[in-house]
């Protein structure tokens, strides 16, 4: 499926910047949904063209939050992936990485893949446990998700500036974060879990370069098979997640106090920006894209 095919919403076609879609018009219940053109997730953007730039800058989008590290970043670009930052005029960029240089050891990074690459689900919920910990960690002084979180929870009579969310693939720890707004506004977990699954569609034109970025790392060299399941989201992964963390905290509310990246009254507020009626878009026929997927 060619990106100007991916359905539309959530999917939005941004020239060279692939899983690029809106977070917004999934349900809360009957008569809610969260909020369209405010919170956009995608792959890192550094091949976006002139015209793609016009596109998120009609978008509103000012803020871009960037969950790569440096030393990632160098990686990418010295391995000849390119991958380098890109800015562009009316939004601002946040530095916010989830790992910190010294999480890319060969040592590190081997624990990571091995998660990773498994054959099981329970592999990618291991793995997310360690991107939370390592996003909410005391001594991330970036605060990752907590600077998200506050920014989407800021108390202005007016809904927070639109803003992008981005990793390398935008597909663990853009997921990971993406996954907790949406519970946070009550989206049922198994919308939640297909919200994240559409990262197999909208991934597609970047999967053989990732592979390859991939098996660059001793820990996978020679195992493409364990390559692609890397780069895959399955539905079970975010389910698995989400189970975890109300077994640990009790629930996602709870989890998000306890780790210090809102107090209640920012949930409720962040609830408040995020959470609208059902309007005449209606709400994402996410049941209809679910076919596309299997």
């Known amino acids: 499926m060619a990106e100007s095919e ?11 910047l692939p899983n690029f879609r ?11 949904v969260v909020r369209r053109g405010l919170v956009f997730r995608s792959s890192e953007p550094s091949k976006v063209t002139d015209d793609g730039v016009s596109k998120l800058q009609a978008l509103g989008i000012t ?14 670009m010295r391995d000849g992936f390119g991958w380098s930052i890109k800015e562009w005029d009316g939004a601002s960029r946040h530095f916010v990485p989830v790992f910190l240089d010294l999480d890319y050891s060969p040592e590190a990074l081997a624990l990571r893949y091995k998660n990773y690459a498994s054959e099981h689900a329970e592999g990618f919920v291991a793995a997310y446990s360690d991107i939370l910990a390592a996003a909410a960690s005391p001594n991330n002084n970036y605060m990752p998700f907590k600077t998200i979180l ?4 800021s108390p202005t009579s007016s809904p927070p500036a639109p803003c992008l969310i981005h990793c390398t693939a935008g597909k663990d720890r853009t997921g990971v974060i993406c996954g907790l707004i949406l519970s946070l506004c009550g989206v049922p977990d198994e919308v939640v879990a297909h919200e994240y699954s559409l990262t197999d569609l909208g991934l597609k034109s970047r999967h053989e370069e990732l592979i390859a970025h991939l098996m660059d790392n001793p820990s996978l060299r020679s195992q493409p098979e364990a390559a692609k399941r890397m780069i895959s989201s399955q539905k079970e992964a975010m389910l698995g997640t989400l189970a975890k963390i109300r077994n640990t905290y009790g629930s996602v509310e709870k989890c998000i106090t306890d780790l210090g990246l809102l107090s209640p ?13 059902v309007d005449d878009k209606g709400v994402v026929p996410w049941q209809d894209h679910a076919e596309l997927l299997s």
Do not use: C, M, W
């Not at 809106?22 to 809610?32: A, C, E, Q, R």
């Not at 803020?63 to 990686?75: C, N």
């Open 6 to 16: 991916l359905p539309s919403p959530p999917f939005v076609h941004i020239d060279g």
């Open 22 to 32: 809106d977070l917004g018009g999934y349900p809360v219940s009957d008569t809610k």
């Open 150 to 153: 506050e920014h989407l929870a």
């Open 265 to 277: 009254d920012g949930i409720k507020q962040l609830q408040s920006n995020l959470i609208v009626d």
């Open 63 to 76: 803020k871009v939050f960037d969950l790569r590290s440096a030393a990632e970043i160098e990686k990418g």
